[in-house]
């Protein structure tokens, strides 16, 4: 390195360069989607700690997944808030790295739960009779906490790997967060290393999980087929298209953004695709549980009797 090259310490993110008027009123409509997921997630949570008769794998996986939305939401959302009421829009570098390591860890956990809580429903639907045998709460735990584990560790690498890299500017990321992709750009260095080790990452969480959750799917709808009963199949389908529905938007997502060619998005395109699946996914997960699920309506109409009482 040479002598005119100076260590970042702090980091400008410049967000979505709108009007300020136009800030405020982001603020005010981002704050309150962010304020809904916490509050869909955390009632998800609620319902199914207190309820008893959700005290299934099930819907230990589905608290699993709200605690993960919560997160996986205010990893980046508080922070983009701040800055959008504000006129200093900076991140010290230490916090900026931590929001990158938070982001990704939350992000694969999200992803190896969505597997988890496919092959739950596969083994419920498609072999039901051993299902408690198979789905015990010591393999609930194990398969969740295998989750969060991996998940945390593959967030090191990549930071590790980020760690060995000089930073000297520029001092500018064009997003509303420290996404992993603009910081290698603060890098004056080769970061090949860096992109293929992403890139490799992506493949390993997302295709590798979808194909699994997709082979699972054929499968449980082969099952749901040969349900004699029309209340078990209609049941069936219900849980399940709750589910499928989850998996699109959040692989969906992710793989135009991490796998599409780069040129086939321009960088605000790319900013609106994270902050799809870094806010509206989080809500949106929790809505799609409880519309389209009977047992959740179910215990909320419980608890609001027992209120009323």
């Not at 981002?30 to 949570?45: C, D, E, K």
């Not at 700690?49 to 997160?71: E, G, K, Q, W």
């Amino acid at each position: 390195m040479g002598s005119n090259q100076t260590w970042i310490t702090e980091v400008i993110l410049l967000g979505f360069q709108v009007d300020p008027e136009l800030e405020i009123f982001l603020f005010g409509f981002f704050l309150l989607f962010y304020s809904l997921t916490l509050m869909g997630n955390g009632v998800i949570l609620g319902l199914i700690c207190l309820d008893s008769r959700l005290h299934t794998p099930m819907y230990f996986f589905l608290s699993n997944l709200a605690i993960v939305d919560m997160s996986y939401a205010s990893s980046t959302v508080p922070k983009m808030l701040a800055n959008l009421v504000t006129q200093k829009k900076t991140i010290s570098f230490a916090p900026c790295i931590l929001q990158t390591f938070l982001y990704l860890a939350f992000a694969v956990t999200e992803c190896m739960s969505l597997v988890v809580m496919s092959y739950d429903r596969y083994v419920a639907i498609c072999h039901p009779l051993h299902y408690s045998v198979i789905m015990s709460w010591r393999v609930c735990t194990v398969l969740a906490a295998a989750s969060w584990i991996f998940s945390f560790l593959l967030a090191l690498v990549h930071i590790t790997l980020i760690l060995r890299l000089p930073f000297c500017g520029p001092q500018k990321i064009n997003h509303f967060f420290c996404q992993i992709t603009s910081v290698f750009k603060l890098a004056c260095a080769d970061t090949r290393l860096n992109q293929i080790v992403l890139f490799v990452g992506s493949v390993l969480v997302l295709v590798g999980p979808l194909s699994l959750v997709l082979v699972s799917y054929t499968r449980i709808l082969v099952a749901i087929l040969r349900i004699q009963s029309g209340e078990g199949r209609r049941k069936a389908f219900s849980t399940c298209s709750s589910h499928l529905c989850v998996v699109g938007l959040f692989f969906g997502s992710a793989i135009i953004m991490y796998l599409a060619p780069k040129s086939s998005h321009s960088q605000e395109q790319r900013k609106i695709l994270s902050l799809f699946y870094s806010l509206f996914n989080p809500l949106l997960n929790p809505l799609i549980y409880s519309l389209r699920n009977a047992e959740v309506k179910g215990a909320l109409r419980r608890l609001g009797k027992k209120r009323a009482l």
